[in-house]
């Protein structure tokens, strides 16, 4: 007989070092859904808010009347933020086709090694958006790894490593990221308020060749314990994980850390990154929205630096992802919507995958978390039903998803 004092059963610890062996532990408790969608006519008569932004040398805060009470004080909340996603656009920042939002989110990896003259052209592109109406509230922005010159120390001593054709000294972005810094809300670790909705971004990820904000995977809980709880939308530049993580080389690289804390503490309502440009698209465990916003379609299409992209890239829209949008209810008890936009003069739609276990057998809790399980788990060979769905473009830039087709597959498929 236990005692009653008896400590519950410790959850096994998974190998943060090796991602692939992390996920075959978890894959079958994790829960892969539909993420809830919006078309226009859903929202047309949401009311939107018109906050006032107030910004300061460190943040920009927003306040809009009655928006600090709490729901339940509030009575039925039907204001929304539509949120448009994108991410490493590594200097091909014009050529991505940004929807009127209320909030524009960039996920990192704006530049190709840090250089100057991007960093004061996406700027320059960030003032322009909010001028003209576009982007109605605020841009919210983090570096990536690609923005070497943003650990300034640290690339006093590697930058040879990155310089670019022609360069003969290291670069000062002292200038250009003071730019930066105030044509947006720049977050280096660190949370801002539009309305109610609290965003938290940070540009760490896991050691990846010697690149920007890089931290050994066994150090970088300490970053992630850091984020509060409170957060609606959390961006980071790299994956959780098991979502959008899986490389052109059919290698799962998403921190497990991270996807510990996502689910299981700060369980955000959307959460946007980048990073592993073919993990581009949409996810959903149930709770959390997951997106990997990733711009440029792939390493060949931003390789050599400089504004406009590199080798010919220019301005077209080839090798350009779809912006995505969703809308994120004041209410937040409220899940984000993707938004699905007219698809109406849409060619050459590109194409996600939404995947998750045919048997829709979970071990998450009523709450969604989402548990590890024990040791004696084994995993079993098992297909997946995929929902194959279409991103449509639509005339504004946004995305949208439109179940077409469902097939099974075993699980030795790429699960990306």
């Known amino acids: 007989m236990s005692s009653p004092f008896s400590t519950p059963p410790r959850q096994p610890i998974l190998p943060v070092d090796d991602p692939t062996e992390a996920w075959e532990r978890v894959r079958s408790h994790q829960v892969f859904a539909d993420p809830p969608t919006a078309v226009p006519e859903d929202v047309a008569n949401a009311s939107r808010p018109h906050p006032t932004t107030k910004k300061t040398k460190t943040t920009t805060t927003t306040t809009t009347n009655n928006a600090e009470r709490p729901v339940s004080e509030r009575g039925e909340d ?8 994108i991410s490493d656009t590594h200097g091909r920042h014009r050529s991505v086709r940004v929807p009127p939002c209320d909030v524009l989110i960039h996920g990192g990896d704006f530049t190709n090694v840090g250089e100057p003259e991007t960093i004061l052209d996406v700027a320059d592109y960030f003032d322009e958006l909010r001028r003209d109406g576009t982007v109605r509230e605020a ?7 690609h923005e070497v010159t943003f650990e300034r120390e640290r690339y006093d001593r590697i930058w040879h490593r990155f310089r670019l054709p022609g360069q003969v000294d290291k670069f000062d972005v002292t200038r250009a990221r003071a730019r930066l ?13 539009v309305g109610p909705i609290v965003f938290y971004g940070s540009p760490h990820q896991p050691e ?5 904000f890089n931290v050994p995977r066994g150090d970088i809980d300490d970053l992630w314990e850091r984020i509060p709880y409170d957060v609606d939308v959390l961006i980071t530049h790299g994956p959780p994980l098991g979502r959008g993580d899986v490389t052109s080389g059919n290698h799962r690289v998403g921190c497990v850390s991270l996807m510990k804390h996502v689910q299981n503490r700060i369980r955000p309502r959307l959460h946007v990154f980048g990073h592993v440009h073919e993990g581009y698209g949409v996810y959903h465990d149930g709770r959390t929205a997951y997106v990997n916003a990733s711009s440029v379609k792939s390493s060949m299409n931003y390789r050599g630096g400089g504004v406009g992209g ?8 080839d090798g350009i ?3 995505v949008v969703f809308d994120l209810p004041y209410d937040r008890d409220l899940p984000a919507l993707l938004v699905e936009p007219d698809a109406k003069g849409a060619d050459n739609i590109p194409t ?3 995947n998750r276990p045919a048997s829709n057998t979970s071990h998450a809790n009523e709450e969604g978390s989402h548990h590890a399980p024990s040791d004696d788990d084994e995993e079993k060979p098992r297909s997946e039903e995929v929902v194959e769905c279409d991103v449509n473009p639509s005339r504004d830039g946004g995305a949208s998803v439109n179940k077409k087709r469902r097939r099974h597959r075993s699980s030795e498929e790429d699960d990306s």
């Open 139 to 145: 841009v919210i922005c983090i570096a990536g790894n």
């Open 352 to 354: 996600l995958a939404y």
């Open 78 to 85: 039907r204001r929304i933020l539509r949120i448009a996603c």
């Open 181 to 193: 810094e105030g044509s947006c809300t720049y977050l280096e670790d660190g949370a801002t308020r």
């Open 310 to 317: 590199v080798g010919g890239g220019g301005d077209d829209e």
């Open 208 to 212: 990846f060749g010697g690149w920007a």
């Open 321 to 323: 992802n779809p912006c």
